[in-house]
């Protein structure tokens, strides 16, 4: 193999190091955004859930003064 060709191959493969690394940056960083939307994502069922039962609740205490009148 000549000089130039070994350069060559150098020169490729310290882009595709620097391409790994960047990809395993960005990877990690979607992993982080996906933690985070996935605990916003409960976080908002949660509130969902009080706010329902809320409205049961008085959706029933509406029915027990409309029965009781």
Not at 3 to 12: I, S
Not at 39 to 60: F, P, T, Y
Request: proline residues 0%; aromatic residues 2%; hydrophobic residues 40%.
């Amino acid at each position: 193999m000549e000089d130039t060709d070994l350069h060559a191959l150098m020169a490729r493969l310290e882009l595709l190091i620097s391409r790994v690394e960047q990809l395993n940056r960005q990877n990690a960083l979607l992993i982080a955004q996906e933690k985070t939307w996935r605990e916003e994502r409960a976080h908002l069922i949660e509130k969902n859930e009080i706010a329902r039962h809320k409205v049961e609740s008085m959706i029933s205490r509406l029915k027990a003064l409309e029965q009781d009148s």
